[in-house]
């Protein structure tokens, strides 16, 4: 009887168009641009459900909107996606993560000196992007200021004008951003790598198919990264993955 049933549930998810919410203004990875859901973690979702012969539907949300419809149920997964022990707890985590990238800590170039531990941050200002997880050390220290902002952007900007001391964000976030915005290119340093973060598919402990998609999207993932799908994605994207 188990069996039939998860054969059904399977067969259920394989039917529908599942909705997957993705994160609106994470440009290189995830972002909502001139009408459509792109980036490098869309291809790689895409390609993985492909895979598996499963439809999908993204569908663009603010990242901290996106993952509370997912912890509801309303949605059966987002991304993306660097789990604290909060988010393990609250969502369901695939065996295969999407990708991984630095997160680090900028400052003005003119400012710019290492920082070797986070106490030196006590008292003092970082942008960070509201919903974002930077890491267990950053994120439990409860003695720098924590400025909220909306997008990486807006913590750049802040940081150009004097209005924080640095700004957290992810290297290949930066990087997509000096590109579009040749102004910044040479503005800011990183000091400090926050953490090298992996990158996942949250999915919802109360969704119905929750469970049989999350199998889904691992045997999609695993049969991309053995065809050399994956790796085609990540040299489309330029992308090189942060180091163990």
Known sequence: MAL????????????EIMRIG??????PYTALRDGQVQGMSVDIVRAAFAASNTRIELQPYPYSRCMELTRIGQLAA????????????????????LFSDD????????????????KQLAGRKVAVTIGYEYGSA??????LLRVPVRRDRN?????????????????GTAQALFREEPELRDAFRPVAT??????????SRYHPQAEA???????????IRSNGRYQQILAQWQHQQAAD
């Open 4 to 15: 039939c049933c998860l054969c059904m549930q399977g067969l259920g998810v394989a039917d």
């Open 22 to 27: 993705a994160e609106d203004d994470w440009y």
């Open 78 to 97: 987002c991304f993306n996606t660097a789990p604290d022990a909060r988010i393990a707890s609250e969502f369901r985590l695939p065996e295969e993560a």
């Open 103 to 118: 997160i680090l800590l900028w400052a003005n170039s003119s400012q710019a000196a290492p920082i070797t531990d986070l």
């Open 138 to 143: 950053f994120d439990n220290n409860h003695e």
């Open 155 to 171: 913590g750049f900007r802040m940081l150009q004008h004097g209005r924080v001391e640095f700004t957290a964000a992810y290297r």
């Open 194 to 203: 926050l953490q090298q973060a992996k990158l996942y598919l949250s999915f």
């Open 213 to 223: 998609l999350q199998q889904r999207f691992d045997q999609g993932m695993r049969t």
